[in-house]
């Protein structure tokens, strides 16, 4: 991540002449351990938008997966009976 962000902001910086920072600070890498760990994270992305105040349900926002809730696909290495057992509703 390192090398593609700061591959990039020095050529913006110098190529395009912007004076402010592109990326935001920190980038953490997370393992997703189990059934439950990826529905907390999926739910979290989810509800970015309504964190932001740019919608009240993260089902209204354009441009989220949260509108296909019953089409999300579990993990491929959690397979089907471990998904079922930690559903989003």
Do not use: T
Not at 12 to 41: C, P, S, T, V
């Amino acid at each position: 991540m390192q090398f593609l962000k700061g591959g990039f902001s020095y050529r913006a910086k110098k190529e395009l002449g912007m004076k402010f920072e592109i990326w935001q600070k920190g980038f953490k890498e997370h393992r997703i351990k189990d059934a439950d760990d990826y529905r907390d994270h999926v739910e979290y992305i989810w509800n970015n938008p309504v964190r932001a105040r740019l919608v009240l349900r993260p089902e209204d926002f354009p441009y989220s997966s949260a509108r296909l809730r019953d089409a999300v696909d579990p993990p491929a290495w959690l397979g089907r009976s471990s998904f079922k057992a930690a559903s989003f509703d």
